[in-house]
C-alpha cells in the first residue's frame, strides 16, 4: 500500500518528533516501504533580512543541517530500512509539498504540536500540508514540554 513514505522533522526539536519518527519506521517495516527523511531550513524571507548575517550563512546551514539530519537518522531509523535524506530550503510546508511530489510518495507522516490561538487564524505547517497534498497524511501529535 505505501511504497515511499516521506518523514519531515524539525531536527530541532527532537522530543517532539519521537511518535512521529516511530510511527514512519513501524509503517516503513510493515510495507517494506522506502523512508524518505526532510528536514526544512527556513529561509530568511525578505532579503533585507539576510543582508544582516554573513556571506555564505545559508549554504553553511544547509550543509549543517545535512550533518544533523544524517545524524538523527542513524540514531533513529533503523539501517535496514531504505532510507533518502532531504534537506530542502525554504517554506517549511512547501518544500515538504514539493518533495513529496517530486518523491511521489504514497504517504506524509508529520509531528505537530497543541495548536495554539494563533495556529487556528494562520494555520500551522501541519495542517498547511493536509489541505494540499496530493497523497495521504498521518499527523502525529507530538510530546508537550
Known amino acids: 500500500m505505501y511504497n515511499d513514505i516521506l518523514l519531515a522533522i524539525d531536527i530541532n526539536n527532537p522530543k517532539t518528533q519521537a511518535k512521529a519518527v516511530e510511527t514512519a519506521v513501524r509503517f516503513a517495516k510493515m510495507e517494506s516501504a522506502t523512508l524518505h527523511v526532510i528536514t526544512v531550513v527556513p529561509s530568511f524571507g525578505m532579503s533585507i533580512v539576510g543582508s544582516y548575517f554573513p556571506e555564505g550563512f545559508e549554504t553553511k546551514a544547509i550543509e ?19 532510507l533518502q535524506h532531504i534537506v530542502a530550503h525554504g517554506t517549511i510546508y512547501e518544500e515538504i509539498l514539493k518533495a513529496a511530489r517530486a518523491q511521489n510518495v ?22 498547511r500540508v493536509v489541505r494540499h497534498a496530493d497523497c495521504s497524511v498521518m499527523v502525529v501529535r507530538g510530546d508537550e514540554d
Not at 67 to 82: R, S, V
Not at 114 to 125: I, K, Q, T, V
Open 106 to 127: 504514497d504517504l506524509i507522516v508529520m509531528a505537530s504540536h497543541r495548536p495554539e490561538l494563533s495556529d487556528y487564524l494562520l494555520g500551522p505547517n501541519a495542517a
Open 64 to 82: 549543517s543541517t545535512r550533518q544533523h539530519l544524517h545524524d538523527y537518522t542513524g540514531a533513529h531509523i533503523p539501517a535496514e530500512i531504505p
